[in-house]
């Protein structure tokens, strides 16, 4: 039931409220938005929060500047974002990796990714593809198995700690091969040493590989999900290896303490963007399938990604400094 108001009141409140609203109200953003990718330039997520750019400046009014901060799995970009003043002006691009498994694999990490982040929104979800050089000559999983089987190898990540360390080291157990981990800084220069046979595979997302595979540079021996971009490449579980369906997310977050108004704005934004349907089949043609979704979903996500992921770095043994 809604009270009327004493007449006393009647005369004032047509101007006190808007005033209140204004003062409770942030201005933002009214200058530009730094949204930290920390990954060099060229690799998979940068490749998507570039893509999303120019649509958000338009959006949100206000220039979004990206600034690549790669290093340790992503982490370090991540810290300096988590460390930043929580006013709505420094965003950071956030996956699975740098979220869900930093917190099992680094004893130092410099955040906590349940504690230290306000969780804007999902961009989009990306599965996952084992790429070979040619000169191994393996189109099939059974036929890299049997390539690598035998001989010291190697293989190549876009870093230490990230989903496409794990799923080497997954790969290498599960196929007991003699298989060494050569990460990078960033997917780029990991490509670069694949396609001229420095390392022998590759776990990482389509949206960086299938350029070099749709070239003949690199063969797609196997994704974890099937994926439009990479269409006559089979799954795992299609070729007798069901265990292997892992897919990165990628989202937005603030630092902790952001104000809600501006989390709301943000997740807002992005999910008009991620809407639009150029911009959907941009990131399709990429081999991302958009999720606009609330800032809630992407938080009860990492929430369940830390136990998942964190249960099968016990399993592997695998951890850093």
């Given at each position: 039931?809604?009270?009327?108001?004493?007449?006393?009141?009647?005369?004032?409140?047509?101007?006190?409220?808007?005033?209140?609203?204004?003062?409770?109200?942030?201005a933002?953003p009214?200058?530009?938005?730094?949204?930290?990718?920390p990954?060099?330039?060229g690799?998979?997520t940068?490749?998507?929060?570039?893509?999303l750019q120019p649509?958000?400046?338009r959006?949100?009014?206000?220039?979004v500047?990206i600034?690549n901060?790669?290093?340790?799995?992503g982490?370090?970009?991540?810290?300096?974002a988590?460390?930043?003043?929580?006013?709505?002006?420094?965003?950071?691009a956030?996956?699975?990796?740098?979220?869900a498994?930093?917190?099992?694999?680094?004893?130092?990490?410099?955040?906590?990714?349940a504690?230290d982040?306000?969780?804007?929104?999902?961009?989009g979800?990306?599965?996952?593809?084992?790429?070979?050089?040619?000169a191994?000559?393996?189109?099939?999983?059974?036929?890299?198995?049997?390539?690598?089987?035998?001989?010291?190898a190697?293989y190549?990540?876009?870093?230490?700690g990230t989903v496409?360390?794990l799923l080497?080291?997954?790969?290498?157990k599960?196929?007991?091969?003699?298989?060494t981990?050569?990460?990078y800084?960033?997917?780029?220069?990991?490509?670069?040493?694949?396609?001229?046979?420095?390392v022998?595979?590759?776990?990482?997302?389509?949206?960086?590989?299938?350029p070099?595979?749709q070239?003949?540079?690199?063969?797609?021996?196997?994704t974890?999900?099937?994926t439009?971009i990479?269409?006559?490449?089979?799954?795992?579980?299609?070729?007798?290896?069901p265990?292997?369906t892992?897919?990165?997310?990628y989202?937005?977050?603030?630092p902790?303490?952001?104000p809600?108004?501006?989390v709301?704005?943000?997740?807002?934004?992005?999910?008009?963007?991620l809407?639009?349907?150029?911009?959907?089949?941009d990131?399709?043609?990429?081999?991302?399938?958009?999720?606009p979704?609330?800032a809630d979903?992407?938080?009860?996500?990492?929430?369940?990604?830390?136990?998942?992921?964190?249960?099968?770095?016990?399993t592997l043994?695998?951890?850093?400094?």
């Amino acid at each position: 039931m809604i009270r009327a108001l004493p007449l006393a009141l009647l005369s004032v409140a047509p101007l006190a409220l808007p005033l209140a609203a204004a003062a409770a109200e942030p201005a933002w953003p009214d200058k530009p938005i730094t949204l930290i990718v920390p990954f060099p330039a060229g690799g998979g997520t940068d490749l998507v929060v570039r893509t999303l750019q120019p649509a958000l400046t338009r959006q949100l009014q206000q220039t979004v500047i990206i600034q690549n901060a790669g290093g340790a799995g992503g982490t370090v970009g991540t810290g300096q974002a988590a460390r930043a003043r929580p006013d709505g002006y420094t965003a950071v691009a956030v996956t699975t990796s740098t979220v869900a498994l930093s917190a099992s694999l680094y004893r130092n990490l410099p955040y906590k990714p349940a504690h230290d982040f306000d969780y804007v929104g999902f961009i989009g979800t990306s599965p996952y593809v084992l790429a070979a050089q040619p000169a191994l000559k393996a189109t099939t999983l059974p036929a890299l198995v049997a390539a690598l089987k035998g001989r010291s190898a190697t293989y190549a990540s876009v870093g230490a700690g990230t989903v496409s360390h794990l799923l080497g080291e997954m790969f290498k157990k599960d196929e007991r091969l003699d298989l060494t981990h050569v990460p990078y800084r960033g997917a780029a220069p990991a490509y670069t040493d694949l396609i001229g046979g420095q390392v022998d595979i590759m776990f990482d997302n389509p949206v960086g590989l299938a350029p070099f595979v749709q070239s003949g540079k690199l063969v797609a021996v196997a994704t974890t999900a099937a994926t439009p971009i990479l269409p006559n490449v089979p799954t795992f579980a299609a070729q007798g290896m069901p265990a292997y369906t892992q897919s990165l997310w990628y989202g937005l977050a603030f630092p902790k303490g952001t104000p809600p108004a501006i989390v709301q704005k943000m997740n807002l934004a992005l999910n008009t963007v991620l809407r639009d349907p150029a911009i959907a089949a941009d990131l399709a043609a990429k081999g991302v399938d958009v999720h606009p979704d609330t800032a809630d979903a992407l938080a009860h996500t990492v929430s369940h990604d830390l136990a998942f992921w964190g249960e099968l770095i016990t399993t592997l043994g695998v951890q850093f400094d």
